[in-house]
């Protein structure tokens, strides 16, 4: 199945002003209300266990417990911290519909307690296990039936993906996107548009939500019958298009080797054969430089983030009060692609992760990734950062900040940024760093080896991407 068409056009049921408008209406027309709590008050939700987490009464939902890791890489080799475990695998899914023979995609408007702007737009149905089963005893999400239901629908994109290995423990989801030819009830907090909307939202600032951006990563933007067929850029007619986006078009369009694969996935199972992790469970008052107050589970150092209890009001969700904790996040972190043309080809600087959340050791990530940090501390410095700072020889493609996911962070916001460097400025590669076209890329994101900061990277690319001067 291509999206091509859909990815190509701004004409749809409804004009991006339209969205504008009616996006700006759900902000203004919501009662939500997120305000900070202490552990004790909060509701259903206790200290238990051995070793000690913090714990739903009910069992389900997640819990934030304490780790212990060991390692043979990186720059540090031993720490504690608190992490998520969500054993439950969630649905983030989109219900598709073709109008006038255009795929539209129906977005939802989103509160979360942890958005910094309180209400982004996420996939049709964002939800645990723990939610759609309705454990909170509230009402079902709308729209599930065409995710759990039999509906008359046609699987588009179907795969589990994980989320950040530094916060959870071995989290997945799964990531569907489902068509239906049926008629769809409206509703007012949801919304249909183009892929190539979206595209154009995805360059502003905290608007399409983690869960979303993580769906459309998986997009296939054409088939193999598509690439092998005929010339692309001629078959369909761009017309004139800026020096970046017809790189990035052949990057995607060229059909790999299968001998491509073998060496990108010996490479990485050489990597995750030389990686020793050892992760244990430790009770989270007992966190070697973590501090357990009444308020919060922190960092002695001020850094990384810290656990909070938050009481929640929202007149639009499933239920329309309730306290959790979240993780808290201090201010902007970064995430970033470098790409270079090369061998006549555009590529894309990938890394190998190894976080202690990741089920498999090792995933495939973006060239930079760090957190943010408390405002007068200053960034821990990390590989190639330099060039996303304006360094000489490299052009900013994509600069926007984005929010992560807002039902388990509190104000995360990272900085997304693809750099072109140019053709003739030569780097030294470590060894766990590997060059890769954008058509590797999308046939192995669907084998869930990309982490979700990358997937959230290449989720914003798009066929018309202007390059600054």
């Not at 001020?302 to 306290?323: K, L, M, T």
Request: glycine share 8%; proline share 4%; with cysteine.
């Amino acid at each position: 199945m291509s999206f091509l068409k859909s990815e190509l056009t701004l004409e749809g049921r409804h004009t991006l002003g339209e969205f504008f408008d009616w996006y700006q209406d759900r902000l203004e027309s919501g009662v939500f209300c997120v305000r900070r709590i202490p552990f004790s008050a909060l509701d259903k939700w206790n200290f238990r266990g051995e070793p000690l987490r913090l714990a739903h009464d009910s069992g389900k939902f997640f819990s934030v417990e304490g780790l212990e890791v060991t390692t043979n890489c990186g720059a540090t080799l031993n720490w504690e911290q608190p992490i998520i475990n969500q054993p439950e695998i969630g649905i983030l899914g989109i219900l598709a519909k073709k109008f006038d023979g255009v795929l539209h995609f129906l977005m939802q408007a989103k509160m979360e307690p942890g958005n910094i702007n309180t209400l982004q737009i996420s996939p049709t149905v964002q939800a645990t296990k723990s939610n759609y089963t309705q454990v909170h005893q509230g009402n079902t999400p709308a729209f599930l039936e065409y995710f759990v239901g039999h509906g008359a629908t046609r699987v588009l994109v179907d795969q589990l993906q994980s989320e950040q290995g530094a916060r959870f423990l071995a989290k997945r989801n799964r990531n569907v996107i489902v068509e239906t030819g049926e008629d769809v009830r409206p509703h007012p907090d949801f919304f249909w548009l183009t892929l190539g909307q979206i595209k154009k939202i995805l360059a502003h600032d905290n608007i399409i939500n983690m869960d979303a951006r993580t769906v459309l990563s998986c997009v296939p933007y054409f088939t193999d019958k598509d690439i092998s067929s005929c010339d692309f850029i001629k078959r369909h007619s761009l017309g004139e298009i800026s020096g970046f986006s017809r790189k990035l078009i052949a990057s995607m369009s060229l059909l790999p080797d299968l001998t491509d694969f073998d060496r990108i996935i010996s490479w990485l199972t050489a990597l995750k054969c030389s990686v020793e992790m050892s992760v244990r469970r430790k009770p989270v008052d007992r966190l070697t430089g973590w501090r357990l107050t009444g308020d919060s589970l922190a960092h002695k150092s001020g850094r990384y983030f810290s656990v909070i209890g938050v009481e929640v009001r929202a007149a639009n969700r499933e239920v329309v009060g309730w306290s959790q904790p979240l993780l808290e996040h201090f201010g902007v972190g970064l995430c970033g692609f470098l790409t270079q043309e090369r061998d006549g080809v555009l590529q894309f600087l990938v890394s190998a992760r190894v976080e202690p959340g990741n089920r498999d050791i090792v995933e495939f990530g973006p060239t930079v990734a760090r957190s943010g940090v408390p405002e007068g501390q200053t960034m821990t410095p990390a590989p190639f950062a330099e060039f996303f700072s304006g360094s000489e020889g490299a052009s900013i493609v994509f600069d926007t900040i984005h929010s992560e996911e807002g039902g388990r962070f509190y104000h995360f916001q990272n900085r997304y940024m693809i750099v072109e460097l140019d053709a003739d400025c030569e780097i030294a590669v470590p060894g766990n760093y590997m060059w890769m076209t954008l058509a590797q890329i999308s046939r192995l994101i669907k084998f869930s080896l990309f982490n979700v900061e990358a997937r959230n990277l290449l989720a914003c690319l798009d066929l018309n991407m202007e390059t600054e001067p």
